[in-house]
C-alpha cells in the first residue's frame, strides 16, 4: 500500500511538474508571440514591409518613367540613350516612388493593407506619348491600393502623407540650394529635386478625383459633417 501510494503520489507530482511546466512553455511561446506581434506592427509602422510584386512594380514603373523624362535633361544630344535613362531615373523616380511610400507607410501605421500599384493603362499611354513625341505627356505613374475601413481622419492623412512627403523633399532641396559652393552636377540635381517635388505637390493636391487633394478634401467634409 505504501509503495502503492508512494507511487501515486510520484506521479501526481510529476503530473504537476509536466502540467507546470507545460504552463510555463505557452507562456513563454505568448510572450514570444505578443514580442513578435509588437515587432511586426514596429516594422510595418516604420518601415513599411514591401513584398515581392510591389518591388517588381516599383522597377517597371521606374524604367517607364526613365523612359518618359529620359529627353528631359537636354542630353539626347550629348549623351547615349541609357545615360539618358540612369539619368532621368535618379531624378525623378525618387520623388514619384517616396510619394506613394508615404501613402503606404501611414495606412499600414493605422492598420490597414496597403499595396503599390502600377495603373498599366496610364503608364503605357506615357510610355506611347513619348514614342511618338507628344508636346505634352499625361500619365499617371502609380498609386497606392488601400484596404481597410479607414475614418475620415485616417483617409485624410493618408490622402497627404504622399504630398507631405514631396513638400519635405521640396524644403530639403531648397535648403541645400541656399549653401553657396555647388559643384555644377550638385546644383542640377537639387534644382531639379525642387522642381519636380514641387510640381507633384502642386499637382496632386487639386481637389478633384484621383488626385490626392480630393482625398483630402472629401475627408475633411466628411469629418465636419458634410
Aim: proline letters at 4%; hydrophobic letters at 55%.
Amino acid at each position: 500500500m505504501r509503495i502503492s501510494k508512494n507511487k501515486s503520489h510520484r506521479g501526481d507530482v510529476n503530473g504537476k511538474k509536466k502540467e507546470a511546466c507545460t504552463q510555463d512553455q505557452e507562456k513563454g511561446s505568448k510572450e514570444i508571440f505578443e514580442k513578435e506581434e509588437k515587432i511586426n506592427f514596429w516594422v510595418l509602422g516604420v518601415f513599411f514591409v514591401i513584398s515581392l510584386a510591389e518591388i517588381v512594380n516599383i522597377l517597371i514603373m521606374t524604367v517607364a518613367v526613365a523612359f518618359i523624362f529620359r529627353k528631359a535633361f537636354g542630353l539626347q544630344k550629348q549623351a547615349t540613350f541609357w545615360k539618358g535613362m540612369a539619368l532621368a531615373a535618379a531624378l525623378t523616380a525618387p520623388a514619384i516612388i517616396l510619394h506613394e511610400l508615404g501613402h503606404k507607410s501611414v495606412a499600414l501605421a493605422f492598420g490597414l493593407q496597403a499595396t503599390f500599384q502600377i495603373p498599366a493603362f496610364w503608364l503605357g499611354l506615357g510610355v506611347v506619348l513619348a514614342l511618338v513625341n507628344a508636346p505634352i505627356i499625361f500619365f499617371i505613374p502609380a498609386y497606392i491600393s488601400v484596404v481597410g475601413n479607414a475614418t475620415p481622419l485616417q483617409g485624410t492623412l493618408i490622402s497627404f502623407a504622399g504630398p507631405a512627403v514631396n513638400l519635405l523633399l521640396y524644403c530639403v532641396a531648397w535648403i541645400v540650394l541656399r549653401k553657396p559652393e555647388h559643384g555644377m552636377r550638385s546644383y542640377a540635381f537639387w534644382t531639379f529635386t525642387k522642381k519636380i517635388n514641387g510640381f507633384l505637390l502642386l499637382f496632386n493636391m487639386i481637389p478633384i478625383p484621383p488626385f490626392d487633394g480630393f482625398g483630402v478634401l472629401s475627408g475633411l467634409l466628411k469629418m465636419f459633417g458634410f
